[in-house]
């Protein structure tokens, strides 16, 4: 074969692709939620509350705007991949996931057999190939 792209090596392409895709939702989803947590808000509400004068509260006001900003980082990362997120982990294509990865090693082994050493046979008469 060309130095072509395998066709195995994209499908690992999309299989990794949704796999990291999983990954990195689930991890900006926790971080979101670390953020939004009740024990964050009595934190900040607490940091608030016990500020001596107006430039501690400027300066809390500031960190807490840096982390309000943070944590829209992470919120754009779940919004971005939220569908895909969905698709791997409807119970529908579950299954669709795992043929697929069945399908990579088939044709794995077919890529291998293709670019290994073969040698033909004259056939008979009757053999058009």
Not at 19 to 28: G, N, Q
Not at 35 to 50: L, V
Not at 72 to 84: F, G, P, W
Request: glycine share 4%.
């Amino acid at each position: 074969m060309e130095t072509e792209t395998r066709p195995s090596e994209k499908l690992k392409g999309f299989v990794q692709f949704l796999e990291d895709t999983k990954e990195s939702y689930e991890s900006a989803k926790k971080k979101v939620g670390e953020f939004d947590s009740m024990e964050r808000h009595i934190y900040w509400a607490h940091k608030f509350e016990f500020a001596n004068n107006r430039n501690e509260r400027n300066r809390l006001a500031t960190e807490y705007h840096r982390e309000r900003l943070e944590r829209r980082k992470y919120k754009d990362i779940c919004d971005l991949y939220e569908l895909v997120y969905e698709f791997i982990n409807s119970e529908n294509n579950k299954s669709t996931l795992k043929r697929l990865k069945g399908a990579i090693q088939r044709q794995e082994r077919q890529e291998d057999y293709l670019e290994s050493e073969r040698t033909y046979k004259r056939g008979d008469s009757s053999d058009t190939d």
